[in-house]
């Protein structure tokens, strides 16, 4: 079990299809697996909390810093505005932690003025939502390629590859009409 807490401690997602591929392989039912992960999530709030605290501190003595959580402030308030409308509100704040990480998402739920408990309950939230997206993926996969090196690499590939291609397809749907070549 210690290994699998380990892979799912690898920031940003990389260990999932890992993690998932060897709990399976060591008879770890899914729901352990899923309360491993939920357990690294607790860990990254634990450690991260302190250092994003910390920057705020320092924010406010240091000019370089406080323009960056300015701009940590309006980049959230964009990001929330696409996700879900104006504010940032839960919904928003936990799709933002889908879509790229907790941290971020306990960062924009920070300047969004949510505590520590609220903060990081919608950054864990999307982040176990994107767990289970993947680990999914990975155990479906991984019954057509009975492979968990193969599958392992295909997921990991697609994690990069696939938030690529769909910004690529949502700025070019966003374009108005008359911008489009022909």
């Not at 003595?61 to 879900?84: I, N």
């Not at 990081?120 to 019954?143: K, Q």
């Not at 193969?150 to 108005?176: D, E, F, Y």
């Amino acid at each position: 079990m210690l290994a699998v807490l380990l892979l799912f401690l690898i920031p940003v997602g990389g260990g999932i299809p890992a993690g998932v591929l060897l709990a399976q392989s060591k008879g770890l039912h899914w729901p352990l697996t899923a309360g491993l992960y939920f357990v690294s999530d607790v860990l990254l709030a634990l450690a991260f909390e302190p250092v994003l605290r910390l920057f705020v501190a320092l924010g406010r003595r240091v000019a370089f810093l406080a323009r960056f959580g300015a701009a940590m402030r309006e980049a959230m308030a964009r990001s929330a505005a696409h996700v879900g409308g104006p504010g940032a509100g839960p919904i928003s704040l936990v799709m933002i932690a889908f879509g790229v990480d907790p941290m971020t998402g306990r960062s924009a739920a920070l300047a969004a003025g949510h505590g520590f408990l609220a903060g990081w309950a919608f950054a864990i939230a999307g982040d176990m939502l994107y767990y289970g997206v993947i680990a999914l993926t990975t155990l479906r996969l991984n019954t057509v390629i009975k492979n968990p090196d193969t599958t392992m690499w295909i997921v990991l590939g697609a994690m990069l590859v696939v938030p690529m291609l769909v910004r690529r397809i949502r700025s070019g749907l966003a374009r108005p009409a008359s911008a489009k070549v022909v």
